[in-house]
T-cell receptor, first 113, second 114 residues
Framework: DVKVTQSSRYLVKRTGEKVFLECVQDMDHENMFWYRQDPGLGLRLIYFSYDVKMKEKGDIPEGYSVSREKKERFSLILESASTNQTSMYLC????????????FGPGTRLTVL | AQSVSQHNHHVILSEAASLELGCNYSYGGTVNLFWYVQYPGQHLQLLLKYFSGDPLVKGIKGFEAEFIKSKFSFNLRKPSVQWSDTAEYFCAVIANQAGTALIFGKGTTLSVSS
């Protein structure tokens, strides 16, 4: 069974803080993704990575950065958190190839005060 | 740019009613299509997927979807819903020439009353 884990289920931070969201997958998947999920907007892709140290911007990368130093770990970084980054953040992973199912983590609900 | 449109934001049904959730995508080339479901408090999980072959695909829990290429549609159906089908449903597409990132619709919330 593929397992995608995220470091926190709930996180509360203050405006201006640097925030790290961690994601780990245990199935040796090449591709990893970060989405944010907001009511009425669905899932929007922030960044993805198809290999170690490789990253690609998604639809809404502004205010975020990512790091992939090891194949199993993909970190999302909010350099200076703002209230409009309050959201549910979902990590996913998949094998190389567009025909493969993405497996999702449980999500991190981030609140920025 | 590719996009996915889900027609209904919120659908309310009684148990045993039939369900059809609409999904249209905008991309002229070859696509792979998915329906994901998110039950309250749970992970997103795959319901079904279409890559090629028979345009009518069957998924878990009695769900099915039909790919109609001429209409750019991939509608989700279930003949008789149960209270446990209450969830949020997302249609998603990968345009094969555009890489491996899924493009999601905005989701449809299904509420089933018993």
């Amino acid at each position: 069974d593929v397992k995608v884990t995220q470091s926190s289920r709930y996180l509360v931070k203050r405006t201006g803080e640097k925030v790290f969201l961690e994601c780990v997958q245990d199935m040796d998947h090449e591709n990893m993704f970060w989405y944010r999920q907001d009511p009425g907007l669905g899932l929007r892709l922030i960044y993805f990575s198809y290999d170690v140290k490789m990253k690609e911007k998604g639809d809404i990368p502004e205010g975020y950065s990512v790091s992939r130093e090891k194949k199993e770990r993909f970190s999302l970084i909010l350099e200076s958190a703002s209230t409009n980054q309050t959201s549910m953040y979902l990590c996913a992973s998949t094998r190389q190839g567009s025909y493969n199912e993405q497996f999702f983590g449980p999500g991190t609900r981030l609140t920025v005060l | 740019a590719q996009s996915v449109s889900q027609h209904n934001h919120h659908v309310i049904l009684s148990e045993a009613a039939s369900l059809e959730l609409g999904c249209n995508y905008s991309y002229g080339g070859t696509v792979n299509l998915f329906w994901y479901v998110q039950y309250p408090g749970q992970h997103l999980q795959l319901l079904l997927k279409y890559f090629s072959g028979d345009p009518l695909v069957k998924g878990i829990k009695g769900f099915e979807a039909e790919f109609i290429k001429s209409k750019f549609s991939f509608n989700l159906r279930k003949p008789s819903v149960q209270w446990s089908d209450t969830a949020e449903y997302f249609c998603a597409v990968i345009a094969n020439q555009a890489g491996t990132a899924l493009i999601f619709g905005k989701g449809t919330t299904l509420s089933v009353s018993s």
